[in-house]
């Protein structure tokens, strides 16, 4: 089984988004176009445009997570969608009876979409590979396997401010091993084209392997960010620190933290990306954060259309406009 | 019983160095009496078992199977189990200790012979317990263990993370002569791992678990082993590294061997495909060096067995996130089919391929069983090396039916199964007459 | 019936049957996309003094689960609030109701209108909603595969369609 074959149906259409890897990037780009034409909306009075009105979207969130899942709510609201919210009681230990059971019982309420954010990698591929066909899936984020949405809305972030991805120098630094949002940012930067993506770390904090998934490892920040346009921030979640993974935030601030003199090492015009929430001081320094070259607080905004350009295209029909009639000789004049 | 000859088959008796067309002569007690002559004194009326066309071996040897008896009956029974590995052939099962309760008491253990015994279909052989309760921390009553009939011991699973202890326990067996089936790795390496640390878990993002937690183990057991001088063997290794390592082991003259199970010898950790949970195993399966490094060890001798590693499942078991599900393939029924693919691949003959199913596992356990010599139990496998066929979860005998080898196509059948001279599996293709 | 001339004596039918609701005081709305090319010119003949509101129905179109999303989607333009307001709702082609149908649903998630009185250039049978247009520039009955679409932006052309065997 591969991605592909779960997560487009015969005709090649988007049924489910469970990770970015395998799609193709017509798909991709067209959730770019998507979205755009749903940011035009968030500046008009009725934000509105009932596509999926009628249909029932559940957010499934085994991980509590009030930023994700309000954007997705607000973005199914937005498509007239009615919407419910849960938070199941997560424990590993009763494994996956609840989590099929769960959506079953679900199901039978009639539900179209689930958004669904699961500790576990494979979470998401699990249930798409349980539900009826009517039914579709949207990985919010899977253990440490894949976000694509936030993958799609970083790449938005990047399309609005560079343009073309083919002549783009993007950085990766931080916390890779447990980032599901670096792995689908990494398959979204090859699948687009992106000239070059480094990935920026201590050893301990990469994956094994990790420049298979096209990227260029890197343990210097300086030295990785020579001439890099698009710089992404990730996360670093404390616990590391107790896990053997960094020594402590000083060093790892020291080495690499984001701050206006490793900045200067890139691009003049580069941009810096983060998919929040941040550690001011640990990942990134307040005067880089607030700085003129962060678009860190557009980020949101897009955030709402991504997530409407995906259940959209999720839910909806061919992707292709209708067969167009072929055109006859002009006809004289009719009664 | 009537007496009984099996005529016209490839008998292919690697612990005797026969393969060719030979007839085997079975006396009405169960015991072979006699190849190709005919005994003067062997019965007129008998039974012929007609067996142009087939290939006729010793029952087959499971060097590791769970029967899920006693205490977690919910995945399978003996009943179900024991049936299903005649007919895969397989007439003789070493189970590990690692029941519930565990099998650290000579009550558990004898329980568990005299209930395959009334079966009256394969044999089961267990496996004591190295430390109670596979805590890693007190010896077992090793001899009375033995005496009760545990053919080893091992703690299975359960890592003995106190070096002091598994040196003690090595000497303790030492002592007696008797052999420590070892699942070496080290705990703090394994940590939460559930795949193999490598491209698939990293793409995956998979917790993984490292080959060196393999390596480190087995460092550490070679160094014990070679302190105490006790007999062990490696159960399931994962890895070419340790698979090296015990080659050299094997070449400085230690007493030791290994055996590699036959899903190892076939899948990679690119099979886990996405999130496959019939692809999660322990060990894990790895990289493809380090299967070519497994096919090695079997081609050259270092590795003298291959086994099911058999753990048969509820549906539950596998309907979870991978690294939640657990871990476990049902075997039986693929070690014979997973291991002639092998000889169709080149990779061993024959004549090897079915020793490694029968002298390689009986010379590790120490048991009189896995040939066909004249005076060895009738315990009997016949195959059809050309019948084709697919794995498939509605014919499948094992009450477990997780296994990553569904809709795979075969080349190699069971046809008839005996024990002790008796036919417990007629798969119909061989009828037996009788002859006045 | 040449192409060019089709559609010049269709505008002018069009802006003299419109000229009665103009002391109403109406908000001209066109739908994309040949019906804000019509909207435009009629805008220009009756010199209606309020800007002209365009609407692209994508996202309120019945067929989404069955076609999809249309990939090009231009967005609603409606400079004037459209509360209490006449409208006068423009397209170019009035098959089976449909698109007015989404229009509407559209103009009253804006706001609610005093009326919509609707204009379309061509008229043709296959209703399959109780719409109707108030004023038509022309009446067409055509077979079951053929359509007629209109041709621009800048060279306004009808031309009748068949549908590929």
Known sequence: ?335 | ?436 | MTPTEAVEPLLARLAGGLQPYLERRPIMVGIHTGGVWVAERLHRRLALPEPLGTLDISFYRDDFTRAGLNPEVRGSQLPVPVADRHILLVDDVLHTGRTIRAALNEIFDYGRPASVVLAVLVERDGRELPIQADVVGRHMDLGPHQHVKLLGPEDLRLAILEDAV
Request: aromatic share 4%; with cysteine; hydrophobic share 45%.
């Open chain 2, 1 to 436: 019983m009537n007496a009984l000859v099996i005529r016209g088959g490839r008998l292919v008796d690697p612990a005797n160095g026969r393969d060719g067309l030979h007839d085997l002569y079975i006396d009405g007690q169960g015991f072979v009496v006699a190849v190709d002559e005919r005994p003067a004194d062997f019965p007129a009326e008998h039974q012929v078992v007609e067996a142009a066309g087939l290939v006729v071996c010793p029952g087959l040897v499971d060097l590791r199977a769970r029967v899920r008896e006693p205490g977690l009956e919910y995945k399978a029974t003996m009943e179900s189990e024991v049936r299903a590995a005649v007919a895969a052939g397989i007439t003789t099962l070493c189970c590990p200790p690692d029941t519930q309760p565990p099998i650290d008491t000579p009550a558990v253990a004898q329980m568990v012979q005299s209930r395959a015994w009334r079966y009256g279909l394969a044999f089961i052989h267990p496996l004591g317990a190295l430390t109670r309760g596979l805590q890693g921390e007190q010896l077992t009553d090793m001899a009375a263990l033995d005496e009760a009939g545990c053919v080893g011991f091992s703690n299975a699973l359960a890592p003995v993370t106190d070096t002091l202890v598994m040196r003690r326990a090595m000497e303790y067996a030492a002592s007696f002569g008797l052999t420590v089936f070892l699942h070496s790795e080290d705990p703090y390496l394994h940590g939460r791992g559930t795949a193999h640390e490598g491209e698939v878990s990293t793409r995956l993002g998979l917790p993984g678990i490292p080959a060196a937690a393999e390596t480190v183990g087995v460092a550490r057991d070679l160094a014990l082993i070679e302190q105490t001088g006790v007999r062990a063997h490696f159960c399931q290794l994962s890895s070419a590294r340790a698979v090296a390592m015990v080659a050299e082991a094997r070449r400085q003259g230690l007493p030791v061997s290994m055996d590699v199970t036959a899903h190892h010898l076939h899948l990679t950790e690119h099979d886990i495909g996405f999130f496959d949970s019939q692809c999660h195993v322990l060990p894990p399966l790895r990289a493809l060096a380090d299967r070519e490094g497994l096919r090695r060890a079997v081609a050259d001798g270092t590795a003298a067995a291959v086994c099911s590693d058999h753990q048969p499942h509820e549906p539950d078991a596998k309907l979870a996130p991978f690294s939640l599900s657990e871990p476990g393939i049902s075997g039986l029924e693929t070690l014979l089919p997973l291991t002639l693919r092998l000889v169709d691949e080149g990779v061993v003959d024959l004549p090897a391929a079915i020793a490694l199913l029968t002298r390689g596992p009986a010379e590790i356990l120490g048991l009189e069983c896995g040939h066909l010599g004249p005076g060895a139990t009738a315990d009997v496998c016949l195959f059809d090396p050309e019948a084709e066929w697919v794995l498939q979860a509605e014919t499948m005998r094992s009450r477990g039916h997780n296994t990553p080898f569904l809709g795979w196509r075969f080349r190699g059948r069971v046809v008839k199964t005996l024990v002790g001279g008796r036919v417990v599996f007629d798969a119909g293709a061989a009828p037996a007459t009788d002859r006045a």
């Open chain 1, 1 to 335: 089984m591969t991605a592909p074959d779960l997560q487009l149906d015969a005709d090649g259409r988007l049924k489910h988004l469970l990770t970015i890897e395998g799609l193709p990037r017509e798909l991709l780009v067209q959730i770019l176009d998507t979205a755009a034409s749903f940011i035009t909306l968030a500046e008009k009075e009725i934000k509105k445009a009932p596509l999926l009105r009628g249909k029932t979207v559940v957010n499934l969130f085994f991980e509590t997570s009030t930023r994700t899942r309000t954007t997705f709510e607000i973005a199914a609201k937005r498509l007239a969608a009615d919407v419910i919210n849960l938070n199941p009681q997560h424990a590993s230990t009763r494994k996956g009876e609840t989590l099929l059971d769960t959506i079953h019982n679900l199901e039978a309420m009639h539900t179209d979409l689930f958004v669904v954010r699961h500790p576990n990698s494979g979470a998401a591929f699990l249930i798409a590979g349980h539900v009826p066909p009517h039914v579709h899936i949207i990985n919010a984020g899977d253990g440490r396997h894949a976000h694509p949405t936030q993958a799609m809305l970083d790449m938005f972030t990047i399309r609005a401010h560079k343009g073309d991805f083919g002549a783009l120098r993007v950085a990766i630094v931080g916390d890779l091993l447990h980032s599901r949002v670096a792995r689908s940012q990494i398959h979204a930067l090859t699948t687009l084209g992106a000239g070059e993506v480094r990935v920026i770390a201590p050893k301990t904090l990469l994956p094994v392997g990790v420049e298979r998934l096209g990227v260029h490892p890197y343990h210097d920040m300086r030295a990785g960010l020579e001439d890099v346009d698009v710089i992404i921030m990730l996360r670093l979640q404390r616990e590391r620190m107790h896990g053997a993974f960094i020594p402590s935030a000083q060093e790892f601030f020291n080495l690499y933290g984001l701050t206006p003199d490793k900045l200067a090492r890139a691009k003049p015009d580069a941009i810096v990306m983060h998919p929040g929430p941040m550690n001011r001081g640990l990942e990134i320094d307040s005067a880089v954060a607030d700085g003129p070259q962060s678009v860190i607080l557009p980020q949101v905004t897009y955030g709402i259309a991504v997530r409407m350009a995906v259940m959209a295209l999720v839910m909806g029909g061919s992707p292709l406009p209708p067969r167009r009639p072929r055109r006859a000789a002009l006809k004289e004049g009719g009664a």
